[in-house]
């Protein structure tokens, strides 16, 4: 019972913040593990809705956003649906320290079945604050996906350079492409359009409000 009420309160708080915390201290970091290990799965739920940043406008699906607090609770989430709750405060401490001051940017596609493409197409993304110059990632990174897209599955790993041959002539249904933006870059309660677009052209946006994440 206790286990319950601390995870609902950490919720809570993170819930009630009014921007993305640029840097972690011990406490933000309990904080990202508990909510990652709850085993109430709504609370889970709740806590990833502001990140996740609907488009729907072929062939974009939506946006996942990964700030410095949320990328410990993915970790700790990730590990917890295996069963491995060993993931604490030090463990996490040691990938924050070692992990780049970074705002990531997952864009998560769906293509036409009867593409013939063999690598992931070389899409673009940045982030635009209205009345300032675009911001541009550090890095792209892209992720292949020759079958269908697992609900609930752990974010991809990017693959760079996204040019992947498949295996056995199978189609290549979708991707993900990953984008880091330097964290120190970003108004941490700013309001920011993030923009896809390909040679050029753009293909969708969606804003994304930090002040609602952590």
Do not use: C
């Not at 840097?23 to 309990?30: E, G, I, K, M, N």
């Not at 993931?87 to 070692?98: D, I, K, M, T």
């Not at 498949?166 to 964290?183: E, H, K, M, Y």
């Amino acid at each position: 019972m206790t286990r319950v009420w601390v995870t609902v309160g950490l919720l809570g708080t993170q819930l009630t913040m009014q921007a993305m915390q640029v840097s972690l201290d011990p406490r933000a970091v309990s904080e990202a593990v508990a909510i990652g290990q709850s085993r109430i799965a709504r609370d889970r739920t709740r806590f990833h809705e502001p990140y996740r940043l609907a488009i729907n406008k072929p062939p974009v699906d939506f946006v996942e956003v990964v700030t410095p607090f949320r990328r410990v609770e993915l970790v700790a989430e990730s590990r917890a649906q295996i069963g491995d709750r060993s993931f604490g405060q030090r463990q996490a401490l040691e990938l924050v320290s070692s992990a780049p001051p970074d705002l990531e940017i997952q864009v998560e596609l769906t293509f036409h079945p009867q593409n013939s493409y063999v690598g992931v197409p070389d899409y673009a993304v940045s982030l635009i604050e209205p009345g300032t110059e675009p911001l541009r990632p550090l890095t792209v990174e892209r992720t292949p996906r020759y079958g269908p897209r697992v609900q609930g599955a752990p974010l991809p790993l990017p693959v760079p350079g996204g040019l992947v041959i498949p295996r056995n002539s199978q189609p290549l249904l979708g991707a993900t492409v990953s984008a880091r933006f330097d964290v120190r870059l970003v108004k941490p309660a700013g309001q920011y359009d993030v923009v896809i677009g390909e040679s050029g052209k753009e293909l969708a946006r969606v804003r994304a409000s930090l002040e609602k994440m952590r």
